[in-house]
């Protein structure tokens, strides 16, 4: 459950680490402050009115000063700051009706309870004053003096001031936090990018002296596999390239064969041979592919339909949604021409579902074909990789068609996954964000 609630992000949790010691110092200081020292402070200045009441309370019930002597009011109102009135008669039950408790009448009870033998009643007036009712069986002694004598005003403001300083920190901290992260996140953005095939260029060491060791790292080890890509993709050209010449020879020489048959098997497997060089090369010369050029997908899709090379083969165009999107035209084409390659190869009926909008481009290719196992469609993205009896074991196919497409999607965030499709065979659903 914890778990759940806390953040995910180094930020967030980095944030809290901080956050959470600032709170409880807080709690523990207002703890502190209240129930301590702010109580105190209140039982002192409780205490010093109950003593004035007492003692002005037990001379008025010893008949010892009247108040109805001007000389006497004066007196009182200098020297404790009250109002005082003898009463004849009060309505009792509408004194505690009219009784209210918070601490600092808490505390003023207690004291006054701890000296004053009579019935008293506290009554607070609008925030403002304080009434003592003291009411003995021959009448009823009125006090009335301001509240700030039994609390003090300084309570809000040294609350504001720890919640204030408290919020100058938690940003502080944050800002700090929040520009030590960034070099975390540039860091796996990168590498995200890179993992992706993608061109890492604008990233530069910053940070911390450990995410700054991280980074070089990082950028030692990505120049590292980018030098064996491009040694394994040269190698692969160079071997394809190479090889196309025997084969142009082989060709020559087959035209003195006077025996048809052998010369139209030999021929047959010349042309295989070089169609699986220009898939070689073709896989070769991925990361080589620098064109920016832009079009519509549906646009895209209709110009490889009527290719001469599909024209022949039954394939339906159903446009679900199309919205006004562009793509990279090089890498759009390349990657659905692979798709269909493989699907005229075993199936003889093709349903290209188009769903453009705004923010995704979704294509799903269904055949009626063999289709592949579930247990084999992870791994026909694998370069080289065949699936025994399944649409990819033509004679010519060399397992670079899937792995092509997939890595050519990936240099621009898409994505390439099989399903089961609903025509019996194959669905190939390529989705790439807008």
Known sequence: MIKK??????????????LFPIVMFQLIILSYYYNSLWERT????????????????????????????YQAKSQFGDYFLMNIQELSEYDLEQLKAKQNDNQVLVSLKNELSTRIKHKFFVIEQDNETVDVMIST?????????????????RNHIFLGWQIISSFILILIAYLFLKNQVK???????????????????????????????ASLEFLKMKNRISRQIEQRSLMLAGVSHDLK????????????????????????????????????????????????????????????????????????LEIIND??????????????????NNAIVQSDKIIIKADINKNLIKINIHDN???????????????????????????????LGLATTKSLLNSINGKISLHDSYLGGLEVAIEIPN
């Open 5 to 18: 609630i806390l953040p995910t992000s180094l930020l967030g949790r980095t944030v809290l680490i901080v």
């Open 42 to 69: 209140l039982n002192r200045l409780s205490r010093s009115v109950a003593m004035e009441i007492e003692l002005i309370s037990d001379r008025m019930l010893s008949s010892e000063i009247r108040l109805d002597q």
């Open 369 to 399: 074909g063999i289709g592949i196992p579930d247990s084999e469609k992870d791994n026909v993205f694998k370069p080289f990789y065949r699936v025994d009896q399944s649409r990819n074991q033509n004679v010519s196919n060399s397992g």
């Open 245 to 316: 010449t025997p084969l142009t020879r082989m060709k020559l020489l087959l035209e003195s064969i006077k025996d048809n048959k052998i010369k139209n098997e030999l021929n047959l497997e010349i042309n295989q041979m070089n169609e699986m060089l220009v898939e070689y090369l073709d896989f070769a010369a991925i990361n080589e592919s620098k064109d920016r050029s832009t079009i519509n997908p549906i646009e895209a899709i209709i110009n490889i339909k009527n290719d001469i090379h599909f024209t022949k083969h039954e394939i339906n």
């Open 323 to 340: 919205e006004e999107v562009f793509v990279n035209e090089n890498i759009f084409s390349r990657s659905i021409t692979n798709v269909l």
């Open 137 to 153: 069986s021959e009448k009823i002694i009125h006090f009335n003096f301001p509240i700030h004598r039994i609390t003090t005003s």
């Open 183 to 213: 070099p975390i996140s540039n860091l796996a953005k990168a590498a995200e990018q890179f993992g992706k095939g993608q061109e890492v260029n604008n990233f530069k060491v910053s940070g911390a002296l450990e995410v700054r060791q």
